[in-house]
């Protein structure tokens, strides 16, 4: 066997594994404490993967993949995963959390104070953090917590102080913890639950609604009417009547049914993919049209000032696009922005509030911040392009347009189609462009749901998710599939023509 | 003369024309941040009686921590770049010099995953880092490092295929004779590849700078302390609310905002133009 010495580079790679352990170690730890199993074996599963690659002198390649892989895993593959799972179900306000948790805070809403309950002395109890009350009652002292329902305690020596472990709060421990001393609800089995206001004296609160574990239902004993799981992650009543909150299940495909079948959702959602695709295509045909244009006309070697041209005409493109949206969100301010103001002398048009005219402008502003992006593209390949092809033509008596049409295009676009692609699908989901200049509106005033007429398919996403009152999670993961869906079969088509292309 | 236009004057006129409608907003700014009414009417007149007044109201006025925002836009910024062309370029080496199983699944699986945008995954990203911020609340929800991961997970696919490209166009041969000569594969990656590609990392480094400088969505959905916001999302709070008060004070952190860029582009310009027609694209 080979003596290895302990070089620099050994001990720094040891270190750095170290640390990387000793992480992994603390956050095993934490995530054991919080039960979170999925994320635990996760968790140990990559540590011994990288462990296993950098100790060992084989697996090279693996060397350089696996810090690059494991981000593209946590954060972009787990995430990918995780809203395809959210399509699912119908995850949103009012369906947060489980089942379980649902019909606690259902119950604990409808509690009210038992009437004729007399209010009991009790002392605020603590052991381990856990909060508790304790209660000396005839029956001797009583102990409960949040978790543990009210029972008897022997207490040692005859005082109720130490009483199984529990010990007494103090005054300055129940100022400081008075949210969670009020919020504490100490089941009396049989009875209902303990409360207190004010840490000396708890009464008897008993909530209106019963559950019944085995039958699965609500009842409300006053009216009479009984709540069923509807099997959307609710509690029904026959009547139509709701309990609030549901909680989060499996809805299988009705998400997508909903955005695909209901036409208080089919008709914006149509309308904004038909605008989607027109704002995508028409800025990516606009921006290389003229892209092209200026490096045909400016991309003479023996043109003085070319490179002057070069860098003036790469600043919308370098000025952050972000800025230069709400720039132009207040050049086009109908009655203070310098287009009307000044351009037009005065006029009044709606450029960012009437429809059509808030389209134009959302599509000319994407022209100005992409047509230099172009201009480079289009230089750097008609450069690339060998100028004894274009000679021969020429001698061989072709016009300039011809050698344009038949030789310098279609080896432009063959080297040009990956990005032209690549620009289509990012402008499918240019967010900032319509949030910061129009914001997606101006609103459709018919539509059910918040949609404007400027709005791309990512907006309206956003907008499920995030604007307005009630947020639909589930809805807005389920819209982004089908983006996703789309924006795979496009590129993939186009993918496949630009191979086709470079092998012709 | 005649002859000279049908030549060249024509193309002067289109370019000069061009530059202009290219420069007019980026001139109008300018003037606006200088502008002593600071509102979008009086910012019409361009540069009259100029002052400094936005710029001092900007690094002065409490309502908007300016500077914080400005210096995590950096840091975010460039500590994303440093990492992307990292962890790209290590990547790009594997792709290009090593043949392994799994590999053509590997670059497959790359573009297919890049193809659904991490915008689209917001609320997931959400909940992540929320649960996060429980375990490790370094990179949890609300810290600037938790944002640089999250960046840093797209950080392999489109970089990796456009370094790996350049990669493939240095000679095996260098690498081959530097192992010959007793170097090992992580020397021959430091000391003789990542010198040879330098013009590629110049470039996936800027786009990647420009991208986190954009990136407005899961900025504002991680960092929720105004101190600890980056410029896209705190500039955009300061106009959103009422557009014409504010103006010139926004004018004046768009320009010191957008400098940096601007000028990178412009000693930069080589290396883009020739990065770019490789195929990458501003995203």
Redesign the interface.
């Known amino acids: 066997m080979a003596a290895r010495t302990l070089s620099g580079a050994v001990v720094a790679k040891l270190a750095v594994l170290g640390v990387v352990d000793a992480l992994a170690v603390y956050g095993l730890v934490a995530l054991g404490g919080r039960r979170s199993w999925w994320l635990f074996a996760a968790m140990l599963v990559g540590t011994a993967a990288v462990n296993v690659i950098y100790l060992g002198s084989r697996r090279v390649p693996a060397k350089y993949l696996a810090p690059g892989v494991i981000l593209l895993l946590v954060y972009q593959v787990y995430v990918v995963l995780y809203t395809g799972y959210a399509a699912f179900t119908n995850y949103g306000d009012g369906h947060n959390g489980t089942k379980q948790d649902a019909v606690a805070a259902i119950l604990a809403a409808s509690e009210t104070r038992v009437p004729g309950a007399t209010a009991r002395p009790i002392r605020v109890v603590e052991r381990d953090g856990e909060l508790g009350f304790l209660v000396d009652g005839p029956g001797g002292a009583r102990v409960g917590s949040a978790v543990r329902p009210l029972e008897p305690v022997a207490a040692p020596g005859g005082g109720v102080a130490g009483a199984g472990g529990w010990r007494t709060l103090p005054y300055g421990e129940i100022v400081a913890r008075q949210a969670e001393i009020t919020a504490l609800r100490v089941p009396v089995p049989g009875e209902g639950n303990l409360r207190t206001s004010d840490a000396v004296t708890a009464a008897l609160y008993r909530s209106t609604l019963r559950y019944d574990g085995r039958a699965d239902t609500v009842t409300d004993p006053r009216t009479g009417v009984t709540y069923r799981d509807d099997g959307h992650g609710r509690f029904a009543a026959p009547g139509g009547a709701v309990l609030s909150p549901g909680w989060k299940v499996f809805v299988g495909f009705e998400n997508f049914l909903t955005v695909l079948t209901d036409p208080s959702i089919r008709a914006p959602f149509l309308g904004v993919l038909v605008w989607t695709f027109a704002f995508a295509g028409l800025s990516v045909g606009l921006t290389f049209a003229i892209g092209l244009g200026l490096a045909l006309v400016l991309g003479r070697p023996e043109l003085r000032g070319l490179r002057v041209y070069r860098s003036l005409l790469v600043l919308p493109y370098a000025f952050p696009a972000f800025m230069a949206a709400i720039l132009w969100q207040g050049l086009l301010n109908p009655d203070h922005g310098f287009v009307n103001a000044v351009l037009l002398g005065g006029g009044h048009l709606p450029w960012l509030t009437d429809p059509w005219l808030a389209k134009l402008s959302v599509l000319a502003v994407n022209v100005w911040i992409g047509f230099p992006y172009m201009f480079l593209i289009c230089t750097g390949a008609l450069q690339a392009i060998p100028p004894a092809l274009t000679e021969a033509a020429q001698i061989d008596g072709a016009s300039p347009w011809r050698v344009l049409r038949e030789i310098k295009l279609p080896m432009l676009l063959a080297s040009t189609t990956p990005v032209l692609v690549a620009t289509f699908a990012f402008n499918f989901n240019n967010f900032n462009v319509i949030y910061m200049l129009t914001g997606g509106g101006p609103r459709d005033a018919r539509s059910p749901v918040d949609v404007g007429s400027t709005d791309l398919l990512i907006s309206l996403v956003y907008k499920l998710a995030f604007g307005g009152s009630a947020r639909n999670y589930g809805l807005a993961c389920a819209v982004s599939i089908l983006i996703f869906a789309v924006i795979a079969a496009i590129s993939l088509a186009g993918f496949r023509r630009a191979r086709r292309l470079e092998a012709s | 003369m005649g002859r000279w236009f049908l030549r060249?004057g024509w193309?002067?006129l289109?370019?000069a024309a061009?530059?202009v409608?290219?420069?007019f907003?980026?001139v109008?700014?300018a003037a606006a941040s200088v502008n002593p009414s600071g509102?979008?009417?009086g910012?019409?007149d361009l540069f009259a009686d100029p002052t400094a007044e936005h710029y001092r109201t900007l690094f002065t006025d409490p309502l908007h921590p300016f500077g914080s925002w400005f210096a995590n836009s950096m840091a975010v910024g460039v500590t994303t770049a440093a990492g992307s062309v990292f962890?790209?370029a290590?990547?790009a080496?594997?792709f290009s010099r090593?043949r392994?199983r799994g590999?053509r699944a590997?670059l497959l699986g790359?573009?297919?995953?890049?193809?659904?945008?991490?915008?689209?995954?917001?609320?997931?990203?959400f909940?992540?880092l929320s649960?996060l911020k429980?375990?490790?609340p370094a990179i949890g929800l609300g810290s600037r490092l938790g944002l640089v991961?999250?960046y840093?997970?797209?950080?392999?696919?489109?970089n990796?295929y456009l370094m790996k490209g350049f990669f493939d166009t240095v000679p095996k041969e260098l690498d081959e004779s530097a192992q010959i000569d007793g170097a090992?594969?992580?020397q021959v990656?430091f000391r003789v590849l990542l010198p040879l590609v330098a013009p590629i990392l110049v470039v996936v480094a800027l786009f990647s700078f420009?991208a986190t400088?954009?990136d407005?969505?899961i900025a504002g959905l991680v960092l929720t302390d105004p101190d600890q916001q980056t410029?896209?999302v705190g500039?955009?709070q300061l106009?959103s609310y009422k557009?014409?008060q504010n103006?010139g004070v926004?004018?004046a952190g768009?320009l010191i905002?957008?400098l940096p860029?601007?000028v990178?582009?412009?000693f930069l310009?080589r290396f883009?133009?020739?990065g770019?027609?490789s195929?990458?694209?501003?995203?």
């Open positions: 060249y193309r002067h289109v370019g061009a530059v409608v290219a420069l907003p980026l109008f700014v509102t979008l009417t910012s019409n962890l790209g290590c990547a080496y594997a090593f392994f590999r590997g790359l573009v297919f995953v890049q193809l659904f945008p991490q915008l689209l995954a917001y609320v997931a990203i909940l992540l649960e429980e375990v490790f991961m999250v840093l997970g797209g950080a392999l696919g489109v990796t090992s594969h992580a990656f420009v400088l954009n407005f969505v410029l896209a500039l955009y106009v557009l014409g103006w926004f004018a768009a905002g957008a860029v601007l990178l582009f412009q310009q883009i133009v020739s770019l027609t195929g990458a694209v501003k995203s």
